[in-house]
């Protein structure tokens, strides 16, 4: 199993401002998900974050409004830049399971531009 | 990437079988079919994960035929804290990434 943590768990945000959501995983991961779900609807992936190397990102989105950091292998950050409120949305981090396909989810962050 | 097709929303009541099915049919041959349930303001949850014929754990049994172009999640008695959304969800192995694509998923309300 993995534990996966994130920050914050519940933010209110300005149009224009960014917002930084941290992912905090108990072991060692290759593969970290990052997924948004607006208010209502099915859970959309944003990117795909590999340590060392840049995050790839699924058609609709890119790195300049979804910039994603990986330094390590237990940790990731999104940040939500330049926001709307369009961008009102649960963001979810998950990865894989050691040696499994069962995906974990953090509880999400879940943001509101105003 | 293998499209899932589910209905939008079901009702039970409390003690039925339910049955939720999922269409697949651009499934590739190393695609696993994988159901997740999800409660209000938390992550989804993995239910169970087949990749044919029939999976059964202590929650849950999964059903995929010989095609493997859908599959069945069946709930046995449920009760009110099933409900809740029900996603079916087929892996797929993309330029050295394993990624999960969440299809529009199935609201299961379960009646007194």
């Known amino acids: 199993s993995a534990v996966i943590s994130q920050k914050p768990s519940r933010d209110i945000c300005q149009r224009g401002t960014s917002l930084t959501i941290q992912c905090q995983v108990d072991?060692?991961?290759?593969?970290m998900f990052w997924y948004r779900q607006q208010p209502g609807q099915s859970l959309t992936l944003i990117a795909t974050a590999n340590q060392g190397s840049e995050a790839t990102y699924e058609s609709g989105f890119v790195i300049d409004k979804f910039p994603i950091s990986r330094p390590n292998l237990t940790f990731s950050t999104l940040t939500v830049s330049n926001m709307s409120p369009e961008d009102s949305s649960i963001y979810l981090c998950s990865v894989f399971g050691q040696g499994t396909g069962e995906l974990f989810f953090g509880e999400g962050s879940r943001l509101t531009v105003l | 990437l293998a499209k899932t097709t589910q209905p939008i929303s079901m009702d039970s009541y409390e003690g039925q079988e339910v049955n939720i099915t999922c269409s697949h049919n651009n499934i590739a041959t190393n695609d696993y079919i994988t159901w997740y349930q999800q409660f209000p303001s938390q992550g989804p949850r993995f239910i169970i994960q087949g990749y044919k014929t029939k999976v059964t754990n202590e929650v849950a049994s999964l059903f995929i035929p010989a095609d493997r172009k859908s599959s069945t999640l069946s709930l046995p008695r449920v009760s009110l804290s099933d409900t809740a959304v029900y996603y079916c969800l087929v892996g797929s192995f993309t330029s050295g990434t394993y990624k999960y694509i969440f299809g529009t998923g199935t609201r299961l309300k379960v009646l007194a």
């Open positions: 072991s060692q991961v290759t593969m």
